[in-house]
T-cell receptor, first 114, second 117 residues
Framework: AQSVSQHNHHVILSEAASLELGCNYSYGGTVNLFWYVQYPGQHLQLLLKYFSGDPLVKGIKGFEAEFIKSKFSFNLRKPSVQWSDTAEYFCAVNSGGSNYKLTFGKGTLLTVNP | KAGVTQTPRYLIKTRGQQVTLSCSPISGHRSVSWYQQTPGQGLQFLFEYFSETQRNKGNFPGRFSGRQFSNSRSEMNVSTLELGDSALYLC????????????????FGAGSRLTVL
């Protein structure tokens, strides 16, 4: 069964600091990878996605993620965070085979202090 | 266009009761999937419906069931509620569902927060 690991449960940064949130998955075949974000009091929404092609994908609000197949990783990055980036971030994997389902990591809560 | 609508937003039940939650997808979306979100377990996949058929199911007991109507609206039902069923239940819709790599971007609703006493 596929699984998704997010390395950090809670990350606290100051504004303008750089961000990297780790995500590793366990599935050896073709995968579709996502980062979703849940701002306080709001719906889960898509931040960025990887289906194929360039392994460096850019999303909304200056976020980007790099798919490294050999490391089974899809880490999320942002060079300079803002207070408004305070939210919970979820990595998710959809693999093929006979069991199509979206598997989420347990989430990383990011707190950005002004 | 209107987003994914879930009703009710909040509800309180007691152990042993049953509950039905509703999800109206974005117009034109044929897939609805359901997720349970708890602080301890995070987001866990319950099941996906596509064109009124359940296509996949997560690792939940048979007390959790669902269905989808011809207009793509979906309901999920939890029978014989337990304290551990307290959670935020999210539904998400997409055009072609989780089997379609190019079109399986999900749009989530606000969720139904269930408290079991």
């Amino acid at each position: 069964a596929q699984s998704v690991s997010q390395h950090n449960h809670h990350v606290i940064l100051s504004e303008a600091a750089s961000l990297e949130l780790g995500c590793n998955y366990s599935y050896g075949g073709t995968v579709n990878l996502f980062w979703y974000v849940q701002y306080p009091g709001q719906h889960l929404q898509l931040l960025l996605k990887y289906f194929s092609g360039d392994p460096l994908v850019k999303g909304i609000k200056g976020f980007e993620a790099e798919f490294i197949k050999s490391k089974f990783s899809f880490n999320l990055r942002k060079p300079s965070v803002q207070w408004s980036d305070t939210a919970e971030y979820f990595c998710a994997v959809n693999s093929g085979g006979s069991n199509y389902k979206l598997t989420f990591g347990k989430g990383t809560l990011l707190t950005v202090n002004p | 266009k209107a987003g994914v609508t879930q009703t009710p937003r909040y509800l309180i039940k007691t152990r042993g009761q049953q509950v039905t939650l509703s999800c109206s997808p974005i117009s034109g979306h044929r897939s609805v999937s359901w997720y349970q979100q708890t602080p301890g377990q995070g987001l866990q996949f319950l099941f996906e419906y596509f064109s009124e058929t359940q296509r996949n199911k997560g690792n939940f007991p048979g007390r959790f069931s669902g269905r989808q109507f011809s207009n793509s609206r979906s309901e999920m039902n939890v029978s014989t509620l337990e304290l551990g069923d307290s959670a935020l239940y999210l539904c998400a819709s997409s055009l072609e569902g989780l089997r379609s790599s190019g079109a399986n971007v999900l749009t989530f609703g606000a969720g139904s927060r269930l408290t079991v006493l």
